[in-house]
Structures are given as structure tokens and as C-alpha cells.
């Protein structure tokens, strides 16, 4: 099956159940993001409506590297990489700390 999804206002997709499932664990999708498939007919879905919640007590994360290099993709996903929330936040809190040194 094929899964299509939004996040953060980009669409991704095609990608197949494993390569979402492991984009979830990585956290780059999240449960209020919508998702769709062939068998919702035309109506997106809410992916904490469709996936039930893991029923484990931990999550594994790849942690991406140091000087921001975003993780590769799954196979097969057409979506450009986008860097990490984290990364993003920190270059940003970088950037007004530097400002506010500076000022």
C-alpha cells in the first residue's frame, strides 16, 4: 500500500507501509499530521484517527549527525529531506543569541 502525507504544510509520498512506519518512529510524522491511502476514497485523515498509538514505552531515534546533515530518506519516498526541527530551532536560537551579544 502506498501512503501519501502532510506535515508541516509539505506533502510527501508515495511511500510504502514500512518506510511510513519507520517515518513515524523517526518521528517526521506526526499524529495530528494528514495521511491518506487508496482505501480512504478521497478524504484525508487525521493519522492518530487511522494508526493506533504504539503500545511500547520507548522510542528509537536516529539521531542525525552533528553539522546538520539531515537523514536520508526512506526508499522510494519522493519527499526532499527536510533538516530536522531541532537543527532548525538551534540555528535559529544561534542566530538571536549572536544579535543580542552583538547588540
Known amino acids: ?5 502532510i506535515h508541516a504544510g509539505e506533502q510527501g509520498g ?11 518512529d523517526r518521528g517526521e510524522i506526526f499524529p495530528d499530521d494528514f495521511v491518506w491511502n ?12 487511522v494508526v493506533p498509538p504504539p503500545t511500547r514505552t520507548f ?3 536516529q539521531t542525525p549527525p552533528l553539522d546538520g546533515t539531515p537523514l536520508p530518506p526512506c526508499e522510494g519516498d519522493t519527499s526532499p529531506p527536510q533538516p530536522p526541527q531541532s537543527i532548525s530551532l538551534m540555528k535559529k536560537l544561534k542566530s538571536l543569541l ?4 552583538n547588540g
Open 14 to 24: 508515495p511511500i510504502e507501509d514500512a518506510c511510513f512506519r519507520e517515518k513515524m
Open 98 to 101: 549572536g544579535k543580542s551579544s
Open 59 to 61: 522510542v528509537t531515534v
Open 38 to 49: 487508496s482505501n480512504f476514497g478521497p478524504e484525508w485523515k487525521l493519522l492518530k484517527d
Open 1 to 5: 500500500m502506498h501512503w501519501y502525507y
